[in-house]
């Protein structure tokens, strides 16, 4: 089993930033990929960023690429999403999730194997 708990989350008004953590534990080397989700009321939830285990491999989506960086930390075995630029639209629930499957990674829920509890991000206009 891999936990996966988030941290950071909060209201920020349009243009300001947040950085998310994600403290990873457990069997943490099981994990290929790590990534973030987001889900707003009455949408899917969506990929937003991954990241390999190595942290040597980014991918991020469009909505948020120049504006979003993942980034991992070896020691502290943490995933975060620093978040830049921020837009009403970035308003969500936040979620971190481990990939614990090899074959590259994954832009899809059901890619995923482990979940965090999500932490909300609100932007105000």
């Known amino acids: 089993q891999v936990q996966l708990v988030e941290t950071g989350g909060g209201l920020v008004q349009a243009g300001g930033s947040l950085r998310l953590s994600c403290a990873v534990s457990g069997r943490t080397f099981s994990v290929y990929y790590m990534g973030w989700f987001r889900q707003a009321p009455g949408k899917e939830r969506e990929f937003v960023a991954a990241?390999?285990?190595?942290?040597?491999?980014?991918y991020y989506a469009s909505s948020v690429k120049g504006r979003f960086t993942i980034s991992r930390d070896d020691a502290k075995e943490t995933v975060s999403l620093q978040m830049n630029s921020l837009k009403p639209e970035d308003t969500a629930i936040y979620y971190c999730?481990?990939?614990?499957?090899?074959?590259?990674?994954?832009?899809?829920?059901?890619?995923?194997?482990?979940w965090g509890q999500g932490t909300q991000v609100t932007v105000s206009s």
């Open positions: 990241i390999n285990w190595s942290g040597g491999t980014r």
């Open positions: 999730a481990a990939r614990a499957r090899d074959g590259g990674y994954s832009a899809v829920r059901s890619g995923y194997d482990y």
